[in-house]
């Protein structure tokens, strides 16, 4: 089936550590997104690519970094100079292109927690 | 200033009833898109239905529907005969031309069926 994967599901980070947040897709979609999700709250925007090798800054890009090497893949760091990372990250793609009625499709989700 | 504002936390509704859950959006773009996903406690985002600004009718999805009022800039999703797979958090989004693939979410309605 295609789809969008993350893993893991569960992730514990120690103070001072960085840790990668999987996100692949099946969909052959151009774009991919990252979103972080606290709790009561809606999402905001970490980073997105709407191409390989290419990849903008959302609106709450400190402390994250991401990759876009393959089509399929856009994993997410999160650094150490991330304070707060504790949350729930969700991972979306879409077609690509920018047309308004172009729809995301999201991911299971990774909810991050600090040691 | 808020871009998308979802002013009911929370809601209530008797199941086989219909709701509306409110949203209303600030933009000074002509072309632009509005999303409603659903978010049950697992987490995962799940598209529902789009609206766009030159769309001359309403959309419709099955049990959902969107009450577009562009002079008031208002978007609300009406579910109708509700059903206890319905509760969830439900949140609205709009993309703008402007700002290419970004999508900007509301808080969202957390919303409850009582059976």
């Known amino acids: 089936d295609g789809g969008i994967t993350q893993s893991p599901k569960y992730l514990f980070r120690k103070e001072g550590q960085n840790v990668t947040l999987s996100c692949e897709q099946n969909?052959?979609?151009?774009?991919m997104y990252w979103y972080r999700q606290d709790p009561g709250q809606g999402l905001r925007l970490i980073y997105y690519?709407?191409?390989?090798?290419?990849?903008q800054k959302g609106d709450i890009a400190e402390g994250y970094s991401v990759s876009r090497e393959k089509k399929e893949s856009f994993p997410l760091t999160v650094t150490s100079a991330q304070k707060n990372p504790t949350a729930f990250y969700l991972c979306?793609?879409?077609?690509?292109?920018?047309?308004?009625?172009?729809?995301?499709?999201f991911g299971p989700g990774t909810r991050l927690l600090v040691l | 200033a808020q871009k998308i504002t979802q002013t009911q936390p929370g809601m209530f509704v008797q199941e086989k009833e219909a709701v509306t859950l409110d949203c209303t959006y600030d933009?000074?773009?002509?072309?632009?898109?509005l999303f409603w996903y659903k978010q049950p406690s697992s987490g995962e985002m799940i598209f529902l239905i789009y609206?766009?600004?030159?769309?001359?009718q309403n959309a419709t999805e099955g049990r959902y529907s969107l009450n577009f009022q562009k002079a008031r800039k208002s978007a609300n999703l009406v579910i109708s005969a509700s059903q206890l797979g319905d509760s969830a958090m439900y949140f609205c989004?709009?993309?703008?031309?402007?700002?290419?693939?970004?999508?900007?979410f509301g808080a969202g309605t957390i919303l409850r069926v009582k059976s």
């Open positions: 933009t000074s773009d002509q072309s632009y898109g």
């Open positions: 989004a709009m993309r703008e031309r402007e700002y290419g693939n970004k999508l900007v």
């Open positions: 690519s709407q191409i390989v090798n290419d990849f």
């Open positions: 609206q766009g600004s030159y769309d001359e």
């Open positions: 979306a793609s879409s077609p690509g292109g920018g047309i308004t009625r172009e729809t995301q499709y």
């Open positions: 969909l052959n979609h151009d774009a």
